[in-house]
Nanobody, 125 residues
Framework: QLQLVESGGGLVQPGGSLRLSCTVPGFKLDNFDVGWFRRAPGKEREGVSCITGSGDNTNYADSVKGRATVSRDSAQNTVYLQMNSLQPEDTALYYC??????????????????WGQGTQVTVSS
């Protein structure tokens, strides 16, 4: 069973930055589109960003556009989500997920088959 592993979460002050990482031991992440999702307390899971297997297409939620950058490093078999100018409303459990390669990635949960356990991001002073 393919299991994604997220890391990089933590406690950060408002205005700070974090880089989240997603990898999958034993499998090539290049063979999948990868999405980032988050679930804040009391809210539904929402899409944050995604990147195609080739890395030539990315997509962002309006709530993070201009503050987030998704990228992938094939040599490290890792997908990153760089988050800047973090605000308390960004506090959530962040998940990465892998799905079939498409021409353009979408942040639709039903298109992603494999999920990680999540990494907690808390933005607070």
């Amino acid at each position: 069973q393919l299991q994604l592993v997220e890391s990089g979460g933590g406690l950060v002050q408002p205005g700070g930055s974090l880089r989240l990482s997603c990898t999958v031991p034993g499998f090539k992440l290049d063979n999948f589109d990868v999405g980032w999702f988050r679930r804040a307390p009391g809210k539904e899971r929402e899409g944050v960003s995604c990147i195609t297997g080739s890395g030539d297409n990315t997509n962002y939620a309006d709530s993070v556009k201009g503050r987030a950058t998704v990228s992938r490093d094939s040599a490290q078999n890792t997908v990153y989500l760089q988050m800047n100018s973090l605000q308390p409303e960004d506090t959530a459990l962040y998940y990465c997920a892998a799905g079939a390669i498409q021409r353009m990635c979408r942040m639709r949960t039903w298109e992603y088959v494999y999920w990680g356990q999540g990494t907690q991001v808390t933005v607070s002073s």
